[in-house]
């Protein structure tokens, strides 16, 4: 059995993201580990990130973001896809760019990717989430954020990343372009990693994270759009009251400890008070999912009342 790891970025240092330790976190358990690394700014220093980490396992592709002809965030998809297409495994193992895994999970990923390596009905393996926020100790449980996605496929061309990279779906005959298709796309059967994924997409210092939602807006709504939403919101995100947050009373992954070393800005942060109501609501602030949440955590063992789910969840 082979297991190959791969991802894909732009501008991942200069946008704060933990790339490095990405890659790190899946190394034991691949046997290499595949790159789409992007034209990134000359101010960038993604490409010497991942050269420090010293693996002959990693292989980095270069490519050209197109954002006009992959409009509304599907360059993401069309990166991972280039991506996956130059891995060689039984089974591919995807990670975005603030995306890790704990090394307590890897013997069990492994072993799952063993025990269901000829079990074809399985096209992947679904992993569960935590979604950090503002700092390193605050994890979402709310309704608002998903709880499940696949990071795990089988080594078919007929599988693609989807819309926005989020998930993957199997698209027979696909002509490489619309990866927002739904007709003629089948949701991927997968069963359970019993793992985890440690998303740190949102655990940024706040003048950073403004920048790095600009460049995501800037990939799903264009550059001119981007730039007006920008000018309409503070200088620095806003994360909130952290106290409504749940407190993270785990541990987190070994390769994250420099990364978790740079925390620096505490002080902007808001542990108490209330929300200001100057700026946007966050989703998981609004009402209808603070129900929700109450009603899944309290009632039902945390199980999702509702929503979508792009993946057929198997018992096996």
């Known amino acids: 059995m082979k297991i190959s790891g791969f991802t894909m970025c732009k501008n991942a240092d200069k946008l704060y993201y933990p790339i490095k330790a990405v890659i790190e976190s899946a190394l034991p358990i ?14 960038d220093n993604t490409r010497d990130q991942i050269l420090s980490i010293k693996s002959e396992k990693i292989k980095i592709i270069d490519t050209v973001w197109d954002i ?10 069309h990166q991972t896809d280039i991506a996956k297409s130059h891995c060689s495994g039984d089974w591919l193992f995807y990670l975005q760019a603030d995306e890790v895994v704990h090394e307590k999970f890897l013997p069990v990923i492994k072993k799952r990717c063993e025990e269901l390596l000829y079990d074809k009905e399985v096209e992947g393996l679904l992993f569960k989430y935590r979604h950090f926020w503002g700092d390193f100790d605050h994890c979402h449980d709310s309704h608002a954020w998903y709880k499940n996605e696949i990071r795990i496929v089988r080594n078919d061309p007929e599988i693609h990343s989807w819309e926005s990279a989020q998930s993957f779906r199997r698209i027979p005959g696909f002509d ?26 949102w655990v940024r210092p706040p003048d950073l994270m403004k920048r790095k939602n600009t460049a995501l807006d800037t990939i799903h709504k264009g550059k001119e759009r981007a730039d007006e939403i920008a000018a309409k919101k503070q200088k620095e995100t806003d994360y909130g009251p952290l106290n409504k947050i749940p407190l993270f009373k785990g541990t987190h992954p070994a390769v994250m400890k420099e990364w978790i070393a740079r925390f620096d800005w505490e002080d902007k942060l808001q542990y108490s008070g209330e929300v200001n109501p100057d700026r946007e609501t966050y989703k998981h602030e609004r009402m209808k999912y603070k129900i929700l949440t109450f009603l899944e955590n309290n009632f039902l063992g945390g199980r999702s009342i509702g929503g979508f789910k792009n993946y057929k969840l198997l018992n096996k």
Do not use: P
């Open 68 to 77: 006009a002809k992959f409009s509304r965030g599907t360059e993401n998809a």
């Open 30 to 43: 691949v046997d290499e580990f595949v790159v789409a690394l992007g034209d990134c700014d000359s101010d």
């Open 176 to 201: 490489g372009i619309d990866y927002r298709q739904k007709v003629n796309t089948y949701k991927l059967k997968v069963a359970s990693s019993g793992a985890e994924i440690f998303h740190y997409g």
